[in-house]
């Protein structure tokens, strides 16, 4: 018998910054276990990328650099969709459809868009201003039933399920699959070690709040090191009192798997110094096969490209199904072929 088909499970990065160990922890290292049980897609959105200024040759590093990261987590492009957004045409296409029916007052609303707007002074993008739409269409396009996504992505994540309701009420019901947030059962959400109330981030202004998966084991050590800790000198979980001590708990918790109770007393009578080189030392461990993995991918890029090429190629097959059946509904005349 059959098994009935696997639920489509679509994320994706942008490389806007170098991936950090939040991204590790919080994302990649769950993707590697999702894509035994779903039908997973992950690409790199190079083309939310540029909503922002970009350098050219950091932009073309940092997409290789992304699914060099994917693939050496333990992303495995035989038993998932791996590609590069911008290979796959479909987006930018369903993208501009979308917009004709997405209102300006819907994406004005967008907290994402009012604060990276107000960084662009006068001149603003209408990239920056329509990202959600070409996120909506990233998503739509595989009839897709789970995003995991982050909490400062919820909203855009709403806005898709909008855009197909009110497509399929317009067209057909079975336009879309109106997509859900998915909580993975397990999954960290990593702090930035200079400000533990902030979200560890890629595009940090501060490189010394995240750790990226590129960082040496020196850095690593350094920077863990000068991770900002908290008044009193007793290692106990208080995240609203001792947030840095928290997030360093939950490093480690998530590399190990064990549970923070279980580690907390585990130091009992130690100090933060005790706290922090061990904590290192685990990151250390931990990334360090990442990177070497990604190193050697990127050395010579031909086995990526050859990944990437049978990525796109097969996400592309699925887009244009969908692409297809939503210009035939809306009246425009398909191509024959
Ligand atoms: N906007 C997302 C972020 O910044 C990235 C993204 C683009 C995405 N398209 C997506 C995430 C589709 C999930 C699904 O994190």
Redesign the pocket.
Same mark, same amino acid.
């Given at each position: 018998m059959n098994a009935s088909p696997k639920e489509v499970m679509?994320?994706? !990065?942008?490389p806007s910054g170098l991936l950090t160990l939040g991204n590790y922890l919080g994302a990649l290292k769950n993707w590697a276990h999702l894509q035994n049980d779903y039908d997973c897609l992950f690409f790199a !959105?190079d083309l *939310?990328a540029i909503t922002t200024k970009q350098d050219p040759k950091e932009l073309r590093d940092r997409t290789y650099r992304a699914l060099a990261n994917y693939i050496a987590a333990g992303v495995d492009p035989d038993h998932c969709t791996l590609f590069i $957004?911008s290979h796959v045409p479909e987006h930018a296409e369903l993208a501009w459809i979308l917009n004709c029916h997405t209102y300006m007052g819907e994406l004005s609303r967008m907290t994402q868009y009012k604060d990276k707007s107000t960084k662009e002074g006068q001149s603003i993008p209408v990239g920056l201003f329509d990202?959600p739409v070409?996120?909506a269409s @990233?998503?739509l396009l595989y009839q897709t039933n789970l !995003?995991? !996504?982050?909490e @400062? $992505?919820k909203q *855009?994540l709403e806005l898709t399920r909008d855009l197909a309701i009110r497509m399929n009420h317009h067209f057909d019901e079975d336009l879309f699959q109106v997509p859900e947030v998915f909580i993975p059962p397990v999954g960290a959400r990593i702090m930035s070690l200079q400000d533990p109330l902030a979200k560890m981030s890629k595009s940090d202004s501060d490189p010394h709040g995240s750790v990226y998966l590129s960082d040496s084991d020196d850095q690593i050590r350094k920077k863990i090191k000068r991770a900002v800790t908290d008044s009193g000198s007793e290692i106990i979980d208080d995240e609203q009192n001792k947030p840095g001590v928290h997030n360093l708990l939950t490093i480690q918790a998530a590399i190990t798997g064990k549970k923070i109770s279980e580690i907390v007393t585990s130091y009992a009578g130690k100090q933060y110094g005790h706290l922090k080189v061990e904590t290192a030392e685990l990151v250390v461990q931990a990334l360090k096969p990442i990177r070497e993995k990604s190193e050697e991918m990127l050395k010579d890029k031909t086995t990526l490209d050859t990944l990437l090429k049978k990525g796109a190629e097969s996400a592309s097959k699925r887009a244009a199904k969908t692409l297809k059946k939503v210009q035939d509904r809306m009246g425009l005349v398909l191509k024959k072929s």
């Open positions: 679509l994320s994706a !990065v942008t !959105v *939310h $957004q990202y070409l996120m @990233d998503i !995003v995991p !996504v982050g @400062d $992505q *855009h």
